[in-house]
């Protein structure tokens, strides 16, 4: 074959490959996340990521409360915290009405790993195991908005302490996820199981976490920006909270993390407690 051919065949067929590349529109973010959960749950060897997974390794607290730590003495008021959350699928459905069975688990700690004059305790961490009904519906609203995800489940979330430092709750969570593009808001509604008085620990925790959280996620390229309002509008905007984040590239397997909160309910318990938080780590997986 002449050289001048040759060279004409390879810059057709490279031209070829590039418009099809250009046709083949990318997924949504939050279409592509759940596809990729998809994938995880086929591999024995993988535990699928629910919640963002990260580390800051130093966040600052603005107020942390008195009285509460007593036993603890002079706490820091900059900290380790860190978010470890996992789910496993129980059985996968292949149909847009019948749900998946999953069993999710959270642990979100706070650790004062520089207090080296108080032997760097957890002065709190907050365990929540979940069973969740998950759907994919798929469902077109019109506008390019699609509900991609949608669940309902029983969530059980404690501090695991016992008396005065005891805090927990019972909630059936439901939600569901809308997509455009690379931008998801999903709404979480709960409902909280009451229990008796004299074993409540926190018996108006409804009041500051109120009864739903909205969130709201953007992936832009490599960097994903999220958003949560918790109680805001329940509240008259006097007893939500906000909490903001922002991932980025790192490596191929670690980003960097950054997160805000301000309002109340930071944890368990200082659910009744306003403070402003302000942190910088690393994440392994965040929303999108």
Known sequence: MKPLLLTALILSSSQLMANETADVEPEPALEERLQDEL???????????????????????????EGIYDKYGDLQDTEIKFQLSLK????????????????????????QAYNSDESSP?????????????????????????????QLGFNHQS????????????????GVALEKDNLALAFVPWYRIQEDRENDDNHD?????????IQAAYKWGDHTFALMSRNNLESGFSEGAVEGSWSFPLTKRVKGYVQFFTGYGSNLIEYNHYNTTAGIGIALTDWL
């Open 122 to 150: 957890f002065r709190e961490t907050n365990y929540e195991p979940e069973v969740i009904f998950a759907w994919r519906p798929d469902y077109d609203l019109g506008a390019g908005w699609n509900i991609q995800w949608a």
């Open 159 to 174: 501090n695991g302490r016992g008396g005065e430092l005891s805090r927990s709750w019972n909630r059936i969570v439901a």
């Open 88 to 111: 496993i699928p129980v059985w996968v459905s292949e149909s847009k009405s019948v749900p998946s069975v999953l069993v999710a688990y959270s642990q979100v700690s706070h650790w």
């Open 39 to 65: 994938e995880t749950f086929e591999n024995p060897f993988v535990i699928t990521p629910h919640k963002p997974n990260y580390i800051l390794l130093a966040n600052y607290n603005s107020n942390l409360p």
């Open 205 to 213: 925790i409804t009041d500051y976490l109120g009864h739903g959280k």
